[in-house]
């Protein structure tokens, strides 16, 4: 039924053991029938990352609207085991991890970022914006370590963990909607559909600004390696709020490497003669295979191969948005989060309706169409 | 002597409102620029997070001091795109078609457009205003400058009729206005036409053919075949429809009252289907500008409907092979901004439709992301449930 099983994908060590199956909720609020996380957060989740290859265990970190910071540990077997959980004063809206996994750092609406250091479970505020932070990103470069935060205060700010005071501030022209890293590239797309990529070596600077290849808002972006060199991050994946990815390679000469697609809509046109948009709310890239995954307002996630420019799958329906999306170090799981992403404003919010994580075994269905030929 | 007040230097640098200027906002403006970007953003978070009774309210007090605290003008803040936002959001609530406010920044966008009589003919087809005397002082007005004083009474007297209020002002107007059109210090172009020398040059008026491909330069005297544009002599000009290039036969003996309900049928039939919006109007009349018109020789064509002959018609029909020069007087294009804003504010696509609220993501003068919309609602409640920041929210 789930279609990657571990013995056939001799890379992974993580399987699914389809009895757990069972212990998930109704079909109507599960229609993937993946893995349900255990105690999820009581609201939507805006922040969602995994812990990085460094460490053996997997581990989940959310943040969510409920001010909560949550831990969970994934086993192989596709359970997840709560272990964790800090609190910020205010909704969280992004959640990093630091390279060695030992810590987690957050931003809020609170103004504050914070570093979670696991091993201890202490929380310290390790600074602050004069708005709600929305991008949280851990930076390891050879001569320094930082933490970089962007927020609505059109400032992006570089932390050391130690001092109260930034090591550097970089003032934007507009408030900072989604960030991503990968060392050394850092891109920045704020409001007005700006786009900034910086280069982190040395130091954080300038590299140069991207004209928006999208008509409407940005939403999120995420940053993608070279085909055959795996650690060379080349360009990024950028989603609107109105269905349309954008795959935009930073140094190419080749104007037709860049192009944009759409996605998250209604297949055809509906009864009502009209085509459903829809946000895209997340993008995340298979660390192993290099193919892409959307997760959208609509309440489904979609599988790409942007080199065959193909669609790989697309998810039944969830009854809500999917929010934030992200894959485990080693590809093996897609973690996904259903719950409401207030895109219809605040006449649709629903306190009753419940939010959950789900784990999607995602190894075999990522691989690009060629090899999965073979 | 006393220190200069803060508007004093800036003078120049303040446009004037017909309402007058706020003293106090006005200095406020002028000597705390950062603070109004914080004061900004708090409108436009009450914009996305106004959950009571009366959301009107929000919109009418950000424009109200929009206007007062950007005192050199509201260039860089799209303004016809706000008042269109704010158009749009309270178009289906039909509670607010007669509310002075909403009545007032229709009048304002009206005013911005290059042709603000589309905007006040949707608005009477829609009901938007029609009992408010100040849009038929305004619409009367806006005819009155543009000569046709006529259609100025008719709108006022319209206005008399459907109860407009307050009445008196509707009164006083229309008082105000045959005083003017009596005494001839209104721009009555009717009048001057009438009382000017025969000899003039006329817009569309027909020249004799020449022959050759060119237009004779020369357009009065001899070349000139008729002094009237159009087969009916006299009529059109009293009718309004100065520049139109077809008389209409209209019966002298009907009342203008009676012409005047005519017009403003005609006009809201046209406009009643698709009258969701304004902008429909106003883009419909974009592509017109930028298209041509096929032009048909007009002496080689009379109308489609028979209209009372006279000699000058025949003469017409005598000169059947002439040719007639277009696009001589061709109209200038317009390149207003604001079309585009209208186009972004439309689907990208007429088969598509957006499935999140594109009003409360691009409502104001700036974007806002979801998690901003949510984030101005939260504060709200924050706020109103004590102290924000140590509230344990549940």
């Known amino acids: ?374 | 002597m006393e220190p200069q007040p803060a508007w004093e230097a800036a003078k120049e640098n303040i446009q004037p409102l017909r309402r007058g200027r706020n003293i106090a906002s006005l200095t406020e403006a002028l000597q705390n620029p950062e603070i109004l970007e914080e004061k900004k953003r708090e409108f436009e978070e009450d914009l996305r997070a106004y959950d009571g009774e009366d959301p009107l309210h929000v919109w009418d007090s950000y424009l109200t001091w929009l206007e007062e605290h950007y005192p050199s003008g509201l260039h860089g803040l799209h303004l016809p795109q706000l008042l269109e936002n704010c158009i749009s959001t309270f178009i289906p609530d039909r509670k607010y078609d007669n509310d002075p406010r909403y009545v007032r920044v229709w009048l304002k966008f009206a005013g911005l457009q290059p042709y603000p009589e589309e905007v006040y003919k949707c608005m009477s087809a829609r009901g938007v205003g029609v009992r408010s005397s100040a849009f038929y002082i305004e619409w009367a007005e806006y005819h009155e400058l543009s000569g046709e004083s006529r259609r100025a009474q008719e709108i006022l007297e319209k206005g008399i009729a459907m109860l407009a209020e307050p009445h008196d002002q509707l009164k006083t107007a229309l008082k105000q206005l045959i005083l003017r059109i009596a005494q001839g210090s209104t721009r009555n172009f009717e009048a001057e036409s009438e009382d000017a020398p025969q000899d003039s040059r006329n817009a569309l008026s027909k020249l004799r053919p020449t022959g050759s491909i060119e237009a004779p330069n020369v357009r009065v005297g001899s070349n000139r075949l008729a002094l009237q544009p159009g087969a009916v002599q006299g009529l059109a000009s009293k009718s309004g429809l100065k520049n139109s290039k077809m008389a209409i036969y209209i019966d002298e003996n009907a009342s203008s009252g009676l012409f005047s309900g005519m017009g403003s049928l005609a006009g809201s039939s046209s406009t009643a289907h698709s009258i969701a919006s304004n902008k429909e109007n106003t883009k419909r009349a974009e592509k017109m500008a930028r298209q041509k018109i096929p032009q048909r020789l007009a002496a080689s064509e009379g109308p489609t409907f028979d209209v009372v002959q006279d000699a000058e018609s025949e003469s017409r029909n005598q000169n059947k092979s002439s040719t007639t020069i277009v696009g001589v007087l061709s109209t200038r294009k317009d390149s207003s901004t604001h079309m585009s804003l209208s186009n972004v504010l439309e689907g990208p696509n007429i088969n598509e439709k957006r499935m999140y609220d594109f009003l409360k993501v691009y409502g104001g003068t700036c974007e806002f992301q979801f998690e901003e919309i949510r984030f101005a609602k939260y504060k709200r409640k924050m706020a109103a449930s004590g102290d924000a920041t140590h509230t344990t929210h549940t």
Request: aromatic share 12%; with cysteine; proline share 5%.
């Open chain 1, 1 to 374: 039924m789930f279609g990657a099983p571990s013995s056939l994908n001799n890379k992974s060590t993580f399987s699914f053991n389809n009895s757990f199956g069972g212990k998930t909720a109704g079909a109507t609020n599960n229609p993937m029938k993946d893995f349900e996380v255990p105690s999820p957060p009581d609201d939507t989740v805006s922040g969602l990352a995994f812990s990085p290859i460094s460490l053996t265990q997997n581990f989940l970190v959310s943040g969510s609207w409920d001010n909560q910071l949550r831990c969970w540990e994934v086993h192989h077997s596709g359970q997840s085991v709560p272990k964790a959980q800090q609190s910020h004063q205010g909704p969280v809206l992004d959640v990093a991890w630091s390279d060695d996994g030992s810590k987690v750092f957050s931003g809020s609406v609170d103004k504050t970022v914070k570093m979670w250091d696991l091993n201890s479970n202490q929380c310290v505020q390790i600074g602050q914006h004069d708005g709600p932070v929305k991008t949280v990103h851990w930076i390891k470069a050879s001569n320094y370590q930082c933490v970089m935060t962007g927020s609505w205060d059109k400032t992006l700010k570089f932390w050391d963990t130690r001092s109260a005071n930034p090591i550097m501030s970089i003032t934007l022209a507009e408030r900072v909607y989604c960030a991503d890293v990968f060392y050394p590239m850092a891109v920045v797309s704020t409001a007005n559909r700006g786009i900034f990529v910086y280069t982190l070596e040395n130091q954080p600077r300038d590299y140069k600004a991207v004209e928006s290849p999208l008509k409407y808002q940005h939403r999120c972006v995420s940053i993608f390696a070279d085909k055959t060199k795996r650690d060379q991050p080349v360009g990024f994946g950028l989603g609107s709020i109105e269905g349309r990815v954008a795959i935009n390679n930073v140094n190419t000469n080749n104007p037709k490497d860049n192009f944009t697609f759409k996605c998250h809509r209604t297949n055809s046109t509906n009864t009502n003669g009209y085509q459903d948009i829809y946000p895209v709310n997340d993008i995340a890239f298979h660390p192993v295979h290099g193919t892409l995954a959307t997760v959208g307002s609509d309440g489904k996630f979609s599988f790409w191969d942007k080199d065959a420019r193909t669609k790989l799958k697309t998810s039944e329906q969830m009854d809500n948005s999917i929010t934030r999306c992200c894959f485990n170090a080693r590809g093996e799981i897609f973690a996904y989060a259903v719950g409401y992403d207030w895109s219809k404003g605040h006449e649709y919010s629903n306190s009753q309706q419940k939010n959950y994580i789900f784990l999607h075994p995602s190894f075999e269905e990522l691989k690009p169409r060629q090899t999965a030929k073979k």
